[in-house]
C-alpha cells in the first residue's frame, strides 16, 4: 500500500522566513510525487517531481526530489501572508490515482 | 491549461434525500476521473476511481450502492450519494488529468451538508 508522510503538521512563521517541509513516500513502482497548495477551496498544482536532483523551482517555490531516499522537499522563500495554505504531497505509483499525505498547514504571519 | 468544473459547489440536504454531485472536464478528455472525499483538518482520501463506459472502482471501505458513480462521457462524471446521512457531510472533489503523465487537476469541491 501506497503511503506518504508530511511533516511538519503545521508550521507559523513571520513574513520574509524560509520554510522547508518534507514528504517521505513508500509506493510501489513510482510514477511521479506532486506538491499541491490548498487554500480554501480544491488543491491547486505546485510541482510534479518524475526525477532525483533535479530542482523544479516557481517564484520563491522550489522542490527537489530524493528517490534514493524516498523524500521530498518543498521550499519557500521570503515568506508572504498569502502563502498560508495547506501544503499536499501526493504520490502517484501503479495506479494512476494519487495518495495524498495529511498535509503541513503553514501560517504565515504579518 | 487543464480546466475541471464542479457543480455544485455547495449543497444541504435533508437526511434520507439523494444529492447529485457533477464534474466536467471543459477542456480536454477523461476517459478516468477520481472522486475524493476530505473531512476537516485532515487529507483527502480516494473513494473511487471513474471509468468512462465502465464500472466505478471503488477503494476499500467506499460502499459502491451508496455512492453511485456514473461515467457517461469522456467529459462528464457523477456522483450521487444515496439516503444521506448526517455522517456523510464532507468536502467531495472530482479529479482527472489530461493525458497519461499529467498532474491530476482538481475541481472546486462540493461541501456537502446532511441535516
Known amino acids: 500500500e501506497d503511503k506518504v508522510v508530511q511533516s511538519p503538521l503545521s508550521l507559523v512563521v513571520h513574513e520574509g522566513d524560509t520554510v522547508t517541509l518534507n514528504c517521505s513516500y513508500e509506493v510501489t513502482n513510482f510514477r511521479s510525487l506532486l506538491w499541491y497548495k490548498q487554500e480554501k477551496k480544491a488543491p491547486t498544482f505546485l510541482f510534479m517531481l518524475t526525477s532525483s536532483g533535479i530542482e523544479k523551482k516557481s517564484g520563491r517555490l522550489s522542490s527537489i526530489l530524493d528517490k534514493k531516499e524516498l523524500f521530498s522537499i518543498l521550499n519557500i522563500t521570503a515568506t508572504q501572508t498569502g502563502d498560508s495554505a495547506v501544503y499536499l504531497c501526493?504520490?502517484?505509483?501503479?495506479?494512476?490515482?494519487?495518495?495524498f499525505g495529511s498535509g503541513t498547514q503553514l501560517t504565515v504571519l504579518p | 491549461g487543464a480546466v475541471v468544473s464542479q457543480h455544485p459547489s455547495r449543497v444541504i440536504c435533508k437526511s434520507g434525500t439523494s444529492v447529485k454531485i457533477e464534474c466536467r472536464s471543459l477542456d480536454f478528455q477523461a476517459t478516468t476521473m477520481f472522486w475524493y472525499r476530505q473531512f476537516p483538518k485532515q487529507s483527502l482520501m480516494l473513494m473511487a476511481t471513474s471509468n468512462e463506459g465502465s464500472k466505478a472502482t471503488y477503494e476499500q471501505g467506499v460502499e459502491k450502492d451508496k455512492f453511485l458513480i456514473n461515467h457517461a462521457s469522456l467529459t462528464l462524471s457523477t456522483l450521487t450519494v444515496t439516503s444521506a446521512h448526517p455522517e456523510d457531510s464532507s468536502f467531495y472533489i472530482c479529479?482527472?488529468?489530461?493525458?497519461?503523465?499529467?498532474?491530476?487537476?482538481f475541481g472546486n469541491g462540493t461541501r456537502l451538508t446532511v441535516t
Open positions: 479529479s482527472a488529468r489530461d493525458r497519461g503523465h499529467s498532474p491530476l487537476h
Open positions: 501526493a504520490i502517484s505509483g501503479s495506479a494512476r490515482q494519487l495518495t
